[in-house]
DNA sequence: AAGCCCCGCAACCGCTTTATT
DNA sequence: CAATAAAGCGGTTGCGGGGCT
């Protein structure tokens, strides 16, 4: 499946652009938009590749970039999300709206990389270099535990691209305690939060008993944790009960059918093409693909990766026995009589954030460590100077 | 003042993913 | 369903500017 590379043909210019480059493709693309990149530059009087023209718009000339100075705020933002993400760039740079992908990668490499490794703690790890050694186990582990918040992180920049386009529907069921896998724009009223940890610290809380426990764990990564805000446009896990969104229609839609608003069903059709599911303690969730359902979507906090699981498992599975086997690749569902992982016709256990009634069976010591971590901070007068 | 070195950033390269035919 | 095109993504490169000797 070979491609030729779009810049082979001679007398394409390389290197730096000119201001005379630049304004062509700023004038081009505000009269008619980009469309095809590759048939731009001929349309636009450009001697570059459709490539080079995309790069330079995307990275440089978009009107809605934010250049300049990284504030403390997006620094903790970049350096938490790595923490949980590693390099996927594009997923962190969906968090900081106005700063690209390219612009916090680099600003990664020659700032803030230098900046932990000087303060003594792996980069790529995010852990005290002195506990490197000692605790493979906890690195493997937390590589674990971010493998699922990576993965709704990844669908929810998905979804957040899609639903740009998007006409927000009016929509309302009865159902509180709504939360909406994309946004349109941000929500100024979303509290000060770290999300992301406390979406983790949800979901090992099932007991207050690692309150007392580890308190001095990994306390200097803690401090450098500390923010007032992480800003997360499209948070899940932020959104005020009440709030509601359509989702997209470009990208389709997770319903579970015992959460939605008792006047809506689903289609006869959903089975049929998208036979994905994933059982649950609210019954099974389901991924509708786009143009066949513009419903509101509406999830329970606790079920947020059950949906997203669904979402994901619509793209790349075909059978609910393949759904489960992805469940449980992921440790996601759990034998609730044995604690091992359960069988699909089993009753099994949904990792569930309220912790009431589920079973979850990862180590004590993932629960310990990021507790631990959340209660630092939180004990952490806000606004501590970090840096 | 000249040469050297280091750093930051824009741009490129090539691989992967997604969309289209 | 396979092939192809287009776009996305992350790693890397190389240029230019500033600081140091």
């Known amino acids: 499946m ?76 970049i350096i938490q999300l790595h923490a949980l993400l590693g390099n996927k760039w594009s997923t962190i740079a969906a968090h900081l709206p106005k700063r690209t992908d390219n612009e916090i990668k680099n600003y990664w490499n020659t700032h803030l990389k230098k900046r932990l490794t000087k303060m003594g703690i792996d980069p790529i790890t995010h852990r005290p270099k002195t506990d490197a050694f000692g605790h493979s186990k906890d690195s493997s582990n937390l590589s674990h535990m ?8 990844e669908a929810e920049a998905r979804l957040v ?4 386009l998007q006409l927000v529907q009016n929509q309302l069921g009865s159902k509180p305690a709504r939360l909406i896998l994309n946004k349109i724009s941000p929500q100024p009223s979303v509290p000060p939060c770290l999300d992301v940890l406390k979406a983790w610290q949800r979901s090992w809380s099932t007991n207050s008993q690692s309150d007392k426990d580890n308190p001095r764990i990994h306390n200097i990564y803690a401090m450098m944790l500390t923010t007032d805000d992480l800003e997360s446009p499209t948070s899940t896990l932020c959104f005020p009960e009440g709030t509601s969104l359509p989702i997209s229609p470009t990208a389709g839609t997770i319903f579970n059918d015992n959460l ?92 569930n954030g309220d912790g009431g009634s589920c079973n979850v069976n990862f180590e004590e010591n993932n629960k310990q460590y990021w507790n631990s971590l959340l209660n630092l901070v939180n004990d952490l007068p806000s606004g501590s100077p970090v840096f």
């Open 260 to 351: 939605l608003p008792s006047t809506t069903t689903a289609p006869a059709t959903t089975a049929a093409k998208s036979s994905v599911s994933c059982d649950s303690d609210e019954g099974p969730w389901k991924y509708l693909p786009k143009g066949e359902d513009n419903r509101v979507l509406s999830l329970q906090d606790d079920n947020i990766m059950m949906a997203v699981e669904a979402f994901r498992a619509a793209a790349g599975y075909n059978s609910n026995n393949d759904v489960m086997e992805a469940c449980l690749n992921h440790d996601l569902l759990y034998d609730s009589n044995e604690g091992g992982v359960a069988a699909e016709e089993d009753n099994v256990g949904i990792i």
């Open 161 to 164: 691209r899609e639903s740009k």
């Open 2 to 77: 070979g491609r030729s590379p779009c810049c082979e043909k001679a007398g394409l210019k390389k290197g730096p652009w000119t201001p005379e480059e630049d304004q062509k493709l700023m004038a081009y693309i505000e009269e008619h938009g980009h469309g095809s990149w590759r048939a731009l530059p001929a349309k636009a009087g450009l001697q570059r590749c459709g490539k080079s023209c995309r790069l330079r718009w995307t990275n440089y000339l978009r009107p809605d970039i934010k250049r300049g100075k990284f504030s403390l705020q997006e620094e903790q933002t």
């Open 146 to 153: 971010a493998q699922w918040e990576s993965a709704r992180l």
